[in-house]
């Protein structure tokens, strides 16, 4: 008797969460007429409209400029419209009249959406047709090339093309990707003197429109004279431009930056860089690589806190060498202890010069290896390192132990995905370098307080940069720390505030396995 209210509510409860998911699918949602879709395609800037033919009769074109191959909306429309010496009586003329062999003539709106959003031109007679004439126009070569490889933020497994330095390829690019009408592109123009062409990109109905006002208020106000790339737009928009830590996520990748938008934020692309920024960001969003979502989950998550933890290695490894000689013999045990006072036995500088000789000579290798051609850098890593970290020892100016550890923090360092962030991590190390001088693990520990205060600070576009860790929601760490089944990340993170909060439904990939289970039976 008492198990029937616990089996109603259970059965309640699943039927609230799948009612949930309703909205999830397409066929179940209102068909839009054409117009309301015309009006949709308008919200982006991207969207042209057309008038052509004789002086006696204009026609109405519209078409996504990104999509199309525009020589051959030249060649093959706008020529033949124009030495067009009779006026079409009908919509199916238009395959008399274009050398063109795809044109479907439809007043389907789901069809009309679909190859629009896929490089298609639409063809009206007047302005209010509902039948309307698609003709096949798309570019199919725009972008790819060798050229836009993702060299910085390099994946093995995974897509290999990134952005370009021309804006209407990396619009391309997105619009080829996702075939969503709800995808919205915004120009803006940036700069005093260059005039730099700024889109800004997001997906309505998922994108919290206060991300997209405050971004674009942000790059409305910029004063500033020519912008050169958009990590300097990415500076000026910042909310505390006095900190080390990057605010936005800048990268190169399509997929990462459609993850982003998919979350719900916000992105933008400004011409002559091949660089997206996404925001708001968080900081644990600047430990995760696409990788992790072309992997099985465990081996994803498991490359996820080697990287997390290489980074912890990488700022405090050195600072506790240097406090641990400096005032705390006393905790290293009697086996490591020898070890350590024989290697410094004939090193006549204290840690903290020997420390510090070691981290700048690294960070020279790495800006020198950085600014030479690649192959000459590569050569310069390895035999500078080897040939200067033996001279070093042979000559008595450090230890070999210390060698080995600044060496182990230099490669955490380059588990970081992002640069910037990996930038960042390299300048935290010297502020706890004099800390520990000064303090010993007392001043390590003070210099951590002060970290987090100042991390606790931060806002990314108005939102807390340490979310979901501070404000704490651990309901948020689907994708955090570690990377869960696709069946635990359906929900967008509700820090973002995203208008949709389901990205999709786990119980139809859930049900479709459990089937075929039972066919195989």
């Not at 990057?246 to 934020?265: A, C, H, K, M, Y």
């Amino acid at each position: 008797m008492n198990k029937l209210p616990v089996i109603e509510s259970q059965v309640r409860g699943t039927v609230m969460f799948k009612h949930l998911f309703k909205k999830k699918n397409a066929d179940d949602q209102p068909k839009k007429s054409l117009d309301e879709l015309i009006k949709q395609f308008k919200k982006s800037s991207d969207f042209m409209t057309l008038a052509i033919g004789s002086q006696h009769r204009k026609y109405i074109i519209t078409y996504f400029k990104q999509l199309v191959n525009m020589q051959s909306v030249e060649d093959k429309i706008l020529e033949p419209f124009q030495k067009l010496d009779f006026t079409l009586s009908s919509v199916q003329e238009v395959e008399n009249v274009l050398p063109i062999e795809d044109i479907s003539v439809t007043k389907d709106t789901k069809e009309i959406l679909e190859k629009m959003l896929r490089g298609y031109v639409m063809f009206q007679l007047h302005k209010d047709d509902k039948l309307v004439a698609l003709i096949k126009v798309q570019s199919f070569d725009t972008g790819f090339r060798k050229e836009n490889e993702t060299e910085n933020e390099f994946s093995v497994v995974g897509p290999k093309i990134g952005f370009v330095e021309d804006l209407d390829v990396n619009l391309y690019l997105m619009r080829k990707t996702v075939i969503s009408e709800n995808l919205i592109f915004k120009e803006l123009t940036v700069g005093n003197k260059s005039k730099t062409r700024v889109v800004l990109v997001y997906l309505e109905g998922v994108t919290n429109p206060q991300h997209v006002e405050t971004m674009t208020q942000r790059l409305e106000d910029i004063d500033f004279d020519v912008i050169f790339d958009s990590t300097m737009l990415d500076q000026l928009i910042s909310d505390n431009s006095s900190t080390a830590f990057p605010l936005f996520l800048t990268t190169e990748r399509i997929d990462r930056v459609l993850f982003s938008l998919l979350n719900g934020q916000a992105a933008f692309f400004s011409s002559g860089s091949p660089y997206a920024v996404t925001g708001p960001s968080t900081l644990l969003d600047f430990f995760v690589s696409p990788e992790d979502y072309y992997l099985p989950w465990v081996l994803g998550s498991f490359f996820r806190v080697i990287r997390i933890l290489g980074v912890f290695f990488s700022i405090f490894a050195t600072p506790l060498y240097v406090a641990i000689v400096t005032y705390h013999y006393e905790m290293l045990p009697k086996d490591l202890l020898g070890p350590i006072i024989f290697s410094r036995t004939n090193v006549p500088f204290p840690p903290v010069i020997e420390v510090l000789f070691l981290e700048i000579t690294i960070e020279l290798l790495r800006e020198a290896g950085a600014r030479l051609p690649t192959k000459v850098g590569q050569t310069l890593g390895i035999v500078g390192g080897i040939v200067i970290g033996q001279a070093t020892v042979e000559a008595a100016l450090t230890s070999n132990i210390l060698l080995i550890i600044v060496s182990l923090t230099a490669l955490a360092s380059f588990t970081t995905p992002i640069f910037k962030m990996s930038n960042t991590i390299r300048l935290l190390r010297f502020p706890f370098i004099l800390f520990a001088t000064a303090f010993g693990l007392v001043g390590i520990t003070f210099g951590f307080c002060f970290l987090l205060v100042h991390l606790l600070r931060l806002k990314s576009l108005g939102m807390p940069y340490l979310v979901p860790l501070f404000p704490f929601r651990p309901t948020e760490y689907r994708d955090t720390f570690l990377r869960l089944p696709y069946s635990h990340t359906a929900k967008r993170p509700s820090y973002l505030r995203p208008l949709e909060r389901f990205r999709y439904n786990p119980n139809k990939a859930n049900k479709a396995k459990r089937k075929s289970n039972l066919d195989n039976e």
